[in-house]
Every structure is written in C-alpha cells, then in structure tokens.
T-cell receptor, first 110, second 114 residues
C-alpha cells in the first residue's frame, strides 16, 4: 500500500464548477498536510497547508482534513482553465521528510 | 530573491559518466532536499539535509551522493550514471524552525542518460 494515495485522473470539470481532489494516507502519526500545484514542465508550488481537523479556506481554495478517516481533500471553487494542472498531496509525520502522492491531473473545460 | 536555483536545466549523459547537480537557496532555510520525478510516480525523495552539516537518505538514495556545502548550497552527484536515472530532478528547501515544512522548489534539471 502506498503511503499517500491519489487518483491519477484526469478529473475533468467545466469552467465555474467546483473541483474536488482527494488524498488518503496510511501513517496515523501524520501531522502536516500540503497541497502543491504543478503545471506541465514546471516545478511544484505550494497552494495550501493544513494541520488541524476541519476546513481551511484561502480564496477559491479550501483544504479539508479528517484525521480519523486519514483523508485530506482540496476543493477549488469557480474553477478556471488556468487551474488545469497536476495537484500533489504531501504528508509529514514527525521528523520525517514529506511523502508525496503521485498527483491528480485536473482539466477545467472552458 | 531568486528563491531556489538549480544548474544545469538540461543534461544528457552517457552511461557511466558522472556529473553534479547544483542547488542554492537564498531564503536562509535550514533544510534542503533532492527529489526525482518520473511519470506516474510523483516526487520521490533521494536525500535531504535537515541542517548544515547533516545529510540523510531518503526513499531512493542508491546511485547518488550529496554534499551540503554550506547553508545555501546542496549538491547531488551521480558517480556512474545509468539509464534508470533518467528523470527530472528537483531541489527544495524549507524552514523547520516554525514547526511547519512548507517546501519551496527549484525549476528542476531534466537529465537523460543514454
């Protein structure tokens, strides 16, 4: 079992819709959770991080964390074609370095 | 601020050749990392340096060596390149002093080993 799992996609949504990206992790000791966006041929860039159960909102982005279910998600409201990218979930447990999922490719159709 | 810089951007090697990938950051971060990214595999940690003077193996260290030259610079060396090391290599840095681990990435080095 992979430590951090994501559906590879592509996830296709129409412009203006809500895109929901999901991630599960296996280490119950995980404490910090990150979402990175990676455009094709570019390096990952941090979108959001979340440490506590519940929701965290930043503009059109909302990160949701449920530690009991070992589940973290990213919602993108009012999706735009410029949101089309691969979204990487990353998890940190204790002093270990980040563990990344393989990413979900999002396509926003104009 | 340049953030995290990497050189070279592209490189083609023949099997058995050696090379060093350079990484530097100007954000005064303590921790630095080397990842490789292969299609469908996500980012896999090769080595990391939690602070100046320390290095630790990550998930896929075989065939690589690293040097934390100073707080700013962290290099990755391939002593005898193999086709399996064809990949995109990313360097990243972070500041753990605040308790988090938000990592900032360089632009990447695209390496092909023939």
């Amino acid at each position: 079992q992979k430590e951090v799992e994501q559906n590879s996609g592509p996830l296709s949504v129409p412009e203006g819709a809500i895109a929901s990206l999901n991630c599960t992790y296996s280490d119950r000791g995980s404490q910090s959770f990150f979402w990175y966006r990676q455009y094709s041929g570019k390096s990952p860039e941090l979108i959001m991080f979340i440490y506590s159960n519940g929701d965290k909102e930043d503009g059109r982005f909302t990160a949701q964390l449920n530690k009991a279910s070992q589940y973290v998600s990213l919602l993108i409201r009012d999706s735009q074609p410029s949101d089309s990218a691969t979204y990487l979930c990353a998890v940190k447990a204790g002093r270990r370095a980040l563990t990344f999922g393989s990413g979900t490719r999002l396509q926003v159709q104009p | 601020n340049a953030g995290v810089t990497q050189t070279p951007k592209f490189q083609v090697l023949k099997t058995g050749q050696s090379m060093t990938l350079q990484c530097a950051q100007d954000m005064n971060h303590n921790s630095m990392y080397w990842y490789r990214q292969d299609p469908g595999m996500g980012l896999r940690l090769i080595y990391y340096s939690a602070s100046e003077g320390t290095t630790d193996k990550g998930e896929v260290p075989n065939g690589y060596n690293v040097s934390r030259l100073n707080k700013r610079e962290f290099s990755l060396r391939l002593e005898s390149a193999a086709p399996s090391q064809t990949s995109v290599y990313f360097c990243a840095s972070s500041d753990l002093s605040g308790g988090g681990d938000e990592q900032f990435f360089g632009p990447g080095t695209r390496l092909t080993v023939l």
